[in-house]
Nanobody, 126 residues
Framework: EVQVVESGGGSVEAGGSLRLSCAASEYTRSRICMGWFRQAPGKEREGVAVIYTDDDSTVYADSVKGRFTISRDNAKNTLSLEMNSLKPEDTAMYYC???????????????????WGQGTQVTVSS
């Protein structure tokens, strides 16, 4: 069964921090790439960060570089997103998902990922 469950969202003031977690089923964890995505009201879903599980290489959206960190904890079977220096424009529903294609699909394109969970809401106030 393919399943992801996101958690850790909340409401913070600008400049604050949050750590999102994604619990994934065994099948999902075995995928060669996992990513974090977000969708704000009225906007399309966008890629935030992806991690290639073979070597833990990462790619970040320009808007979050230097502020967000994606990581995997194999012992806990979780994917995390550490978010620092949060801005009001980071407000969105955040999702994690596995890639549904090959390693070359491991880019910030939501169309390359699937098995979406319910997401976790992040709200940043100014």
């Amino acid at each position: 069964e393919v399943q992801v469950v996101e958690s850790g969202g909340g409401s913070v003031e600008a400049g604050g921090s949050l750590r999102l977690s994604c619990a994934a089923s065994e099948y999902t964890r075995s995928r060669i790439c996992m990513g974090w995505f977000r969708q704000a009201p009225g906007k399309e879903r966008e890629g935030v960060a992806v991690i290639y599980t073979d070597d833990d290489s990462t790619v970040y959206a320009d808007s979050v570089k230097g502020r967000f960190t994606i990581s995997r904890d194999n012992a806990k079977n979780t994917l995390s997103l550490e978010m620092n220096s949060l801005k009001p424009e980071d407000t969105a529903m955040y999702y994690c998902a596995p890639v549904v294609g090959s390693a070359s699909w491991c880019i910030l394109n939501p169309g390359n990922f699937g098995y979406w969970g319910q997401g976790t809401q992040v709200t940043v106030s100014s």
